[in-house]
């Protein structure tokens, strides 16, 4: 069975370093990138961004770069969402998600998040 | 970046019920586009990708369609455990979700 699963709850101070992880198990790690996605109390889903666990390679989104850095330890199928000096604002659910994709033509694809974590939830206070 | 509009923000509907919810892209995305589930406390659940494809194992009372700039969720026969947040997500470039809809009972 596919799963991915976070570590437990934070409580952290403004201006701590935090990473927290997504075990993955069941499939190819390095076969499916990783996406970690933010959720605010009372919010939406945030994409965060994303690494390719197979060559390293990571993408953020524009609107949240700087709201965490994404690595992977492919020696142990986890990834990572890390960060150097928390905020207030930082405090949010986060989840990682296993991308798969559908292909309709040999370099086309359509990308879709099928698994997920059950998520971490951060608090970060002054 | 890509903005993802749903529509309603919320609504009530009772079991039985057949209930559709329309996300809107600002520039076309093809057939980029997915819909999740998600219920309080708990990790949102993928129901269709590339716009109308079922996921394995989702009832198929779900149902998508929709390309370009506009796409539908319908839910042809709502049952009690299908009250919860529905999320759109692009993913032509870079991925964004909507705001969401929350589905309430009646």
């Known amino acids: 069975e596919v799963q991915l699963v976070q570590s437990g709850a934070e409580v952290k101070k403004t201006g701590e370093s935090l990473r927290i992880s997504c075990k993955g198990s069941g499939y190819t790690f390095t076969r499916s990138k990783i996406s970690w996605v933010r959720q605010m109390p009372g919010k939406g889903l945030e994409w965060i961004g994303r690494?390719?666990?197979?060559?390293?390679?990571?993408n953020y989104s524009p609107s949240l770069q700087g709201h965490g850095t994404i690595s992977v330890d492919k020696s142990i199928d986890t990834a990572y969402l890390q960060w150097s000096s928390l905020e207030a604002s930082d405090s949010a659910t986060y989840y990682c998600?296993?991308?798969?994709?559908?292909?309709?033509?040999?370099?086309?694809?359509?990308?879709?998040?099928?698994?997920w974590g059950q998520g971490t939830l951060v608090t970060v206070s002054s | 970046d890509i903005q993802m509009t749903q529509s309603p923000s919320s609504l009530s509907a009772s079991v039985g019920d057949r209930v559709t919810i329309t996300c809107r892209a600002s520039q076309s995305i093809s057939s980029y586009l997915n819909w999740y589930q998600q219920k309080p406390g708990k990790a949102p659940k993928l129901l269709i990708y590339a716009a109308s494809s079922l996921q394995s194992g989702v009832p198929s009372r779900f149902s998508g369609s929709g390309s370009g700039t506009e796409f539908t969720l319908t839910i042809s026969s709502l049952q009690p455990e299908d009250f919860a947040t529905y999320y759109c997500q692009q993913s032509y470039s870079a991925y964004t979700f909507g705001q969401g809809t929350k589905l309430e009972i009646k």
């Open positions: 998600a296993r991308h798969n994709a559908y292909y309709y033509d040999t370099d086309g694809y359509y990308d879709y998040f099928d698994r």
């Open positions: 690494i390719d666990p197979s060559d390293y390679n990571s």
